[in-house]
């Protein structure tokens, strides 16, 4: 494919390399902000006496022709010298083993190199008549505030500075997502040499290559270890890796002697993401949200020996969002369920509880666990009850009827219960829709569906929630029951017109609260009755466990197709069909104020939900895929949920994708067993 900005990690480690050929750029991924230390990389081969190189660094002698590849667990180039008919490869390959932390957290890249010359001509070009063609493959990196020191024959050190950084003490939002302050953390990695040499600052390896001949055996480790950098509650915790190595020279010597087994295991997930019938697009959109997820993991050991997970979101830096992490859900169900098992977990210390003096009862979940290296509280500046509580609830139904794991239910029982009382007491008007703590993650929308107070988004949320967790809890409140009942008669009621579900139950503004400005609203609620793509967003998990719910299936088909055509726009759907002709000023904390923005992530949820429902809207990855390949050509951004408007980047969310792969999935599965 064209070349365009990419980067691979180890997942949990912060040990990856990020890379931008369109300004040729290159970045080492550590504890820094994204997209990481910047660095220079010359890789290619030499030839006579021109450095024939893939463009990592500036100012390079570029192959004539090139080409990039992306798996999950690698990054590629290809460059072709045409008058010698030679092609070179470079690979970047990480360790990626589901369900298995200690291999996938070796803190280490493994980097390959391979020659090959062409039989024939390239192109219209005639390759040289020379029966041999002699030259160098050669590979180097260095950080460009930094030094490369030999240690040994094969080894090299780079020692470089990152600056960590942390929030604000006083756990006040920065409305920019930049740290509060940083500290500068002293780094030393390791890059070995296998079966090539050293010699005047890079690794090097002579070929000779007769017609047809190809020579791959130029390989190296890229390693690392770390002290702790990530603080869980005031405790700063080491990575997971620590517990297997003591060192950078104990990674290398680990790599080297396992070497082929350990590329396998990374090239079997790869070919089990391959399993599909989506089209190319969707591979090249797995890869890329899958790599942009990886650069933001963290996996580390506590005090008392167990693992804590947690994932950064992307620009905004905020750990285990809990609305971010529903999206990626689908990855964790079908590929690693412990992930998702873990921070259930952990959320539970999060649970925050209404002022007793109001009608509110239970407990309601924060928003984030934490910024940057500081996982300790909430930092994002407003509360997501409502939506929080119910991804909580049925994250943890679907992980239950996927894993079978009874012991779930009792060690979450009291915060599922909790959660459900908060929810069913949000019905101040009652009619089975929350009519308060219903501020959204949607949250560069129009009021209407950012935090209206009779949302039909929230009220299908609200009601698959309920309807999950009375399935989880020993005990059933006849509350829930009313509560559901009262919600299925407004969402199809009063929640539905004509051909589709609209966005507010309440066509009234009086009484809602700008949760950013703080400012009270009154009037008509503009776009209360606009088509939208959430009103499916709940109802995804329940497909992947093949569970459904009493809302009519009629009504859900025809709300895809026509909110799906009224919503439709160059790089995929937008929020809802409303287009406001105010001006809408730019809100602190928000990177844009658009109101034609839409994002990658809800569209993909969309679509596995019409997909499960035998509603083809694959097509779309295509205009996805457009999206990431506009903005990634010569910036550097990875997976870019938003489109027309907001800025989030270097976004985990892309996960959502798997929702489709598992829709898919069961598509093909009767043909299987025809078979």
């Not at 407003?382 to 779930?408: P, R, S, V």
């Amino acid at each position: 494919m064209q070349l365009l900005s990419d980067a691979i990690a180890v997942f949990g480690s912060r040990v990856g390399i990020a890379v931008n050929p369109g300004n040729g750029r290159s970045y080492l991924i550590r504890f820094s902000e994204h997209p990481g230390i910047p660095c220079l990389i010359e890789a290619g081969m030499t030839i006579g006496a021109v450095d024939y190189s893939f463009p990592l660094a500036p100012d390079l002698t570029l192959f004539p022709f090139m080409e990039q590849s992306s798996t999950f667990t690698s990054i590629g180039f290809t460059g072709v010298i045409p008058e010698y008919g030679i092609q070179v490869g470079l690979s970047i390959r990480i360790v990626f083993a589901p369900e298995d932390p200690d291999r996938s957290t070796i803190p280490a890249l493994m980097i390959s190199m391979s020659a090959e010359r062409m039989r024939g001509d390239f192109r219209w070009t005639k390759q040289t008549d020379e029966a041999c063609i002699s030259g160098k493959l050669y590979f180097s990196i260095r950080p460009e505030s930094g030094t490369v020191t030999r240690t040994d024959s094969d080894t090299v050190q780079l020692a470089y500075t990152v600056d960590v950084p942390y929030p604000s003490d006083s756990g006040d939002y920065a409305a920019d997502n930049r740290p509060s302050y940083t500290r500068e953390e002293p780094v030393n990695d390791l890059l070995c040499g296998i079966s090539c040499s050293y010699t005047d600052d890079r690794f090097t390896r002579e070929v000779h290559l007769h017609r047809g001949e190809a020579d791959t055996a130029m390989s190296l480790v890229y390693a690392a270890y770390d002290r702790p950098m990530m603080t869980v509650a005031g405790e700063l915790c080491p990575f997971w890796y620590t517990h297997e190595y003591g060192s950078a020279q104990q990674v290398i010597a680990h790599l080297k002697s396992s070497w082929d087994s350990l590329q396998k295991v990374s090239q079997d997930f790869d070919a089990s993401c391959a399993d599909h019938t989506l089209g190319r697009a969707f591979d090249h959109l797995s890869s890329c949200a899958f790599h942009s997820w990886l650069i933001n993991t963290w996996f580390v050991i506590r005090a008392d020996r167990s693992p804590w997970y947690t994932v950064w979101e992307g620009n905004c830096y905020f750990t285990s969002t809990v609305d971010v992490e529903y999206s990626q859900s689908p990855f964790y169900l079908l590929f690693w369920p412990e992930l998702l098992r873990l921070q259930l977990l952990q959320w539970k210390e999060f649970l925050l509880v209404p002022d007793a003096s109001g009608p509110l009862k239970g407990c309601f979940l924060s928003h984030d666990t934490g910024q940057f290296l500081t996982c300790s509280h909430q930092y994002y500046p407003h509360h997501m009850e409502i939506e929080e509580n119910c991804n909580f609830i049925l994250m943890a139904f679907a992980y239950w009827k996927q894993t079978g794991d009874l012991l779930i239910c009792s060690q979450l029982e009291a915060a599922i219960t909790g959660m459900m009382d908060y929810i069913i007491s949000t019905d101040l008007k009652q009619t089975g829709i929350p009519a308060t703590g219903c501020s959204n993650t949607i949250d560069d929308a129009s009021p209407a569906i950012q935090y209206g107070d009779q949302q039909v988004y929230l009220g299908i949320k609200a009601y698959c929630a309920i309807w999950a967790g009375i399935q989880m809890v020993s005990n059933r409140n006849a509350e829930y029951d009313s509560f559901c009942s009262r919600g299925l008669r407004t969402i199809t009621t009063a929640g539905w017109k004509q051909d589709h579900f609209i966005v507010n139950c309440s066509q009234s503004a009086d009484d809602l609260t700008d949760p950013w400005t703080g400012q009270r609203l009154s009037g008509e609620l503009e776009g209360w009755d606009a088509y939208h793509i959430f009103a499916t967003n709940a109802l995804v998990l329940l497909d992947m466990i093949g569970v459904s719910t009493e809302i009519p299936e009629a009504y859900l088909c025809e709300d895809l197709i026509t909110s799906t055509r009224h919503t439709l726009s160059e790089y995929g759907c937008r929020h809802t069909s409303f287009e406001s002709r105010a001006e809408r000023a730019l809100q602190k904390g928000l990177a844009g104020s658009s109101s034609m923005v839409g994002w990658l992530s809800m569209n993909m949820l969309r679509d596995a939900a019409a997909l499960f429902r035998g509603i083809d809207l694959t097509h779309q990855l295509q205009n996805y895929w457009d999206w990431i390949c506009t903005v990634n050509t010569r910036e550097i951004h990875l997976f870019f949920e938003t489109f027309s408007g907001n800025n989030l980047c270097f976004y985990p969310r892309g996960l959502a994708i798997f929702a489709l792969y598992a829709a898919d999935t069961a598509r093909r599965t009767p043909l299987t067993q025809l078979r």
